[in-house]
């Protein structure tokens, strides 16, 4: 069973950035799209970014501008650079891989999932 593994995430102050990382186990193969996703307490999982195997990025207009998604396939990894960020962005950061070619931002179709890591951004 592919596994998944965030970190980075923390605390930090409104305006403030963070770099979150995600590494993904050989036996997920090699993901034709991998993407970040984040939960907040009482709403439902949402997409924020996703790349495919090629570099095609897509973003969530609530974080385009300010999160920038990349990936090292040579490596297995996925990163989210996240600058200027607002209190409402305090959730639950997930990483999330699929072998599907279709790479939207919605949830369905990802088969494999890390842990999730906080993030918490104070005002």
């Known amino acids: 069973q592919g596994r998944l593994m965030e970190s980075g995430g923390g605390s930090v102050q409104a305006g403030g950035s963070l770099r979150l990382s995600c590494v993904a186990s050989?036996?997920?193969?090699?993901?034709?799209?991998m993407g970040w996703f984040r939960q907040a307490p009482g709403k439902e999982r949402e997409g924020l970014a996703t790349?495919?195997?090629?570099?095609?990025?897509t973003y969530a207009n609530s974080v385009k501008g300010r999160f920038t998604i990349s990936r090292d396939n040579a490596k297995n990894t996925l990163t989210l650079q996240m600058v200027g960020l607002r209190p409402e962005d305090t959730a639950t950061y997930y990483c999330?891989?699929?072998?599907?070619?279709?790479?939207?931002?919605?949830?369905?179709?990802?088969?494999?999932w890390g842990q999730g890591t906080q993030v918490t951004v104070t005002s």
């Open positions: 050989p036996d997920t193969g090699y993901p034709r799209c």
């Open positions: 790349i495919t195997s090629g570099g095609i990025e």
């Open positions: 999330a891989a699929r072998s599907t070619p279709s790479c939207a931002l919605a949830t369905q179709g990802f088969s494999y």
